[in-house]
């Protein structure tokens, strides 16, 4: 049962954390937060493997005085000039932002490393030493540079079996083999177990920053289609009141001390619930969507709102830097409605129309916002008053739309 259980643990602790699509995010993400780190400690060999073959160099016989010196001295350059190399590529891929060739860069200089640690370790073995290198640089290799659960149970133990039998096979320092070999194969599973433990910790830290912002990206979503729940009519999919007053006019102290311009349509569908009586609500929420699709055209123009103001009463407001006369969308807005040509019989002209009220003039010359509504909405009483589908400017003068 205790075994069953063990296996089960092993089973998990191999199996892969993130699915495959998240290999290259992953890939990047561990290089971004490693970069650093690996430079560093690159960049550290290069100084110490320096630091030593110049003492070899300088030191009484200089550096090929005999083989095993020969041999420090060549292991030396060896990684010294691999590591240049290693770190060149690494930083020009980093610069180009290939990760994936990060990841083989680094599994080709563990390699390196653990060959570099064998020849080493054999020649300490020679001059009678313990095998102390080995013992601290695989930990450290496991600590610091990143490997699968897999790759780091096969680069270890295979590696720590080919220096095995290169000793028993060299007979090289008989006395300490038993205890280097138990002492090292310690050494080699605890390695790995460092090496497993740190590539589980990154890649669940990943997976739960992912996870995080999956969910963070969906709140942002959920918060986006509430604030469009909140500031749209849901029928005609114009701004509702609410966007006017919090959005469009949040900031209409700031508006009017920069003397911007404002104009205010006000349309209202003429004799709307007569049309309601006659052809049935649903055939009066389509009216309002064909008006509301119209109104929606001026809607993405630069400083311009529509909204639905309520029932059959539409919006259309502007706030611009300076005053531009000339322009006039009431008018254009006017004839496209008359082009709509949205049909009705129980009134004279046999189509749908809508009676305008306008007001113009400098945000600083209103108290609020609301006084600007209230002359909109006094200009479409005069417009009403004057027998509808016509449009009527605040103190300024009537046209017809008939």
Same mark, same amino acid.
């Given at each position: %049962?205790?075994?069953?259980?063990?296996?089960?643990?092993?089973?998990?602790?191999?199996?892969?954390?993130?699915? !495959?699509?998240?290999?290259?995010?992953?890939?990047?993400?561990?290089?971004?937060?490693?970069?650093?780190?690996?430079r560093?400690m690159?960049?550290?060999?290069?100084?110490?493997?320096?630091?030593?073959?110049?003492?070899?160099?300088?030191?009484?016989?200089?550096?090929? /005085?005999?083989?095993?010196?020969?041999?420090?001295?060549?292991?030396?350059?060896?990684? %010294?000039?691999?590591?240049?190399?290693?770190?060149?590529?690494?930083?020009?891929?980093?610069k180009?932002?290939?990760?994936?060739s990060?990841?083989?860069?680094?599994?080709?200089?563990?390699?390196?490393?653990?060959?570099?640690?064998?020849g080493?370790?054999?020649?300490?073995?020679?001059?009678?030493n313990?095998?102390?290198?080995?013992?601290?640089?695989? !930990?450290?290799?496991?600590?610091?540079?990143? /490997?699968? !659960?897999?790759?780091?149970?096969?680069?270890?133990?295979?590696?720590?079996?080919?220096l095995?039998? $290169?000793?028993?096979?060299?007979?090289?320092?008989p006395?300490?083999?038993?205890?280097n070999?138990?002492?090292?194969?310690?050494?080699?599973?605890?390695s790995?177990?460092?090496? $497993?433990r740190?590539?589980?910790?990154?890649?669940?830290?990943f997976?739960?920053?992912?996870?995080i912002?999956?969910?963070?990206?969906k709140?942002?979503?959920?918060?986006?289609?509430?604030?469009?729940?909140?500031?749209?009519?849901?029928?005609?999919? /114009?701004?509702?009141?609410?966007? /006017?007053?919090?959005?469009?006019?949040?900031?209409? #102290?700031?508006?009017?001390?920069?003397?911007?311009?404002?104009? %205010?349509i006000?349309?209202?569908?003429?004799?709307?619930?007569?049309?309601?009586?006659?052809?049935g609500h649903?055939e009066?929420?389509?009216?309002l969507?064909?008006?509301?699709?119209?109104?929606? #055209?001026?809607?993405r123009?630069?400083?311009t709102?529509?909204?639905?103001?309520?029932?059959? #009463?539409?919006?259309?407001?502007?706030?611009?830097?300076?005053?531009?006369?000339?322009?006039?969308?009431?008018?254009?807005?006017?004839?496209?409605?008359?082009?709509?040509?949205? !049909?009705r019989?129980?009134?004279?002209w046999?189509?749908?129309?809508?009676? %305008?009220g306008?007001?113009?003039?400098?945000?600083?010359?209103?108290?609020?916002?609301?006084?600007?509504?209230r002359?909109?909405?006094?200009?479409?009483?005069?417009a009403k008053?004057?027998?509808?589908?016509?449009?009527?400017?605040?103190?300024q003068?009537?046209?017809?739309?008939?």
């Open positions: %049962m205790n075994i069953g259980k063990y296996r089960e643990r092993v089973k998990q602790a191999m199996e892969p954390i993130l699915l !495959p699509e998240q290999k290259s995010r992953f890939e990047e993400y561990y290089t971004k937060k490693a970069f650093r780190i690996e560093n690159a960049a550290a060999i290069i100084i110490m493997q320096t630091c030593m073959m110049l003492i070899f160099i300088f030191r009484d016989g200089g550096p090929f /005085l005999s083989a095993r010196r020969t041999g420090y001295f060549s292991l030396y350059g060896f990684l %010294m000039a691999a590591t240049v190399c290693f770190l060149a590529a690494y930083l020009t891929c980093f180009k932002e290939n990760y994936h990060i990841v083989i860069l680094r599994r080709i200089y563990i390699g390196i490393m653990c060959i570099w640690g064998m080493i370790t054999v020649l300490d073995q020679i001059g009678g313990t095998i102390g290198v080995y013992c601290y640089l695989i !930990p450290t290799i496991a600590a610091l540079l990143l /490997l699968e !659960p897999v790759e780091s149970i096969v680069v270890f133990c295979t590696n720590w079996g080919i095995v039998l $290169i000793l028993v096979v060299t007979g090289v320092n006395e300490n083999l038993f205890s070999v138990i002492n090292g194969t310690f050494v080699t599973f605890l790995v177990f460092i090496s $497993i740190y590539n589980r910790s990154v890649e669940t830290e997976r739960d920053r992912e996870i912002a999956m969910q963070y990206e709140i942002r979503k959920a918060n986006d289609q509430l604030h469009e729940l909140a500031f749209t009519d849901q029928l005609t999919g /114009l701004h509702n009141r609410r966007y /006017l007053m919090e959005q469009v006019f949040g900031q209409f #102290e700031e508006f009017r001390s920069k003397d911007y311009f404002l104009e %205010m006000m349309v209202d569908i003429d004799f709307f619930k007569q049309f309601n009586d006659t052809y649903l009066g929420d389509v009216c969507k064909k008006i509301a699709s119209i109104l929606e #055209e001026y809607d123009k630069d400083g709102a529509a909204v639905r103001y309520g029932g059959e #009463e539409f919006l259309v407001v502007r706030i611009t830097g300076q005053r531009e006369e000339s322009y006039r969308p009431e008018e254009e807005l006017m004839e496209q409605i008359k082009q709509a040509n949205i !049909p019989e129980d009134t004279v046999k189509r749908v129309t809508v009676s %305008m306008i007001w113009k003039g400098l945000m600083k010359e209103l108290d609020s916002v609301e006084s600007a509504i002359y909109a909405d006094k200009a479409l009483y005069h008053s004057a027998g509808r589908n016509c449009i009527y400017r605040y103190g003068e009537e046209s017809g739309g008939k």
